[in-house]
């Protein structure tokens, strides 16, 4: 479901690739499993595993991490899940041969992701239920919002939809299609916290309630950055991650992070 600038993008560099013969420099289907220093050389020791190969170590004096922030999927830890009798996926491990087409689909999930998938399955006549959906950002978004959803009809759809915190606290995401998609007759949108899930569906409290507080997939998992004789970089970001300009972490040399779109928080 990527958009075609991305898409374009992503073209130009299998071009530049194939330009440059890149490709016999590429490890495929290679997992980093740990980068780790010697402060006295300044040499980086790699540790790579390739398919159900042995571990091995590659050797450099600089390293850029391209794998994005969240790169491993995160089940939610709600009660239940495992008793449900329908099938459960993750968006990240989207299983192309399952056709959702006339299901009862619900959607856990507020970000980049949601506002993509959501209007696509809304479109295929799938009855989509939808805990906690992307609210937008309040003051940037209230004219698009009204344009979108306009009628008296959709005023407590426009109501739940709009944040009560200041612009730039969640990723500002942009989408075209996300608020129509939420109007559509297939589509309900619940705002309360997940109690659980049984066998049939999920279970939601009334929305207001104030929900629990939520952690992510481990920044970078699974790889384990570190300078040999210090805390490795997981322990440091374990309340949160920061980076100088968001590409480089205090302590840390020669390692560069390029995250998503959306960048790493970072101070100057």
Request: glycine letters at 8%.
């Given at each position: ?66 794998v994005g922030q969240l790169n491993l999927p995160r ?6 899940l495992d008793s449900f009798e329908g099938k459960v996926m993750h968006s990240a ?176």
């Amino acid at each position: 479901m990527c958009g075609p600038i991305f898409i374009a993008v992503l073209m130009s560099k299998f071009k530049l690739v194939a330009r440059y013969d890149v490709e016999r420099n590429i490890h495929f289907d290679t997992v980093v499993k740990g980068c780790a220093l010697d402060p006295a050389s300044g040499i980086w020791t790699i540790t790579t595993r390739q398919g159900s190969g042995r571990p091995q170590s590659i050797h450099s004096r600089f390293v850029v991490s391209a794998v994005g922030q969240l790169n491993l999927p995160r089940y939610p830890n709600i009660s239940g899940l495992d008793s449900f009798e329908g099938k459960v996926m993750h968006s990240a491990r989207w299983g192309k041969s399952r056709d959702l087409r006339g299901k009862h689909v619900a959607i856990s999930g507020n970000g980049e992701t949601a506002v993509q998938i959501i209007p696509k399955l809304a479109k295929i006549g799938i009855y989509l239920y939808l805990p906690e959906v992307y609210k937008g950002v309040k003051k940037l978004t209230t004219e698009m919002l009204n344009k979108q959803l306009p009628g008296d009809a959709r005023a407590e759809l426009r109501k739940r939809l709009t944040p009560n915190y200041p612009p730039g606290c969640k990723s500002i995401l942009i989408s075209a299609d996300c608020y129509p998609a939420l109007s559509q007759p297939n589509v309900t949108l619940e705002t309360g916290e997940i109690v659980d899930v049984t066998p049939k569906g999920i279970r939601c409290l009334l929305a207001g309630i104030q929900s629990k507080d939520r952690t992510a997939t481990q920044f970078l998992a699974p790889m384990d950055i570190k300078v040999i004789g210090q805390e490795p970089l997981s322990r440091s970001w374990a309340e949160g991650a920061s980076a100088y300009k968001g590409m480089t972490v205090p302590g840390i040399p020669n390692v560069a992070i390029i995250p998503a779109w959306a960048t790493t928080p970072s101070f100057s």
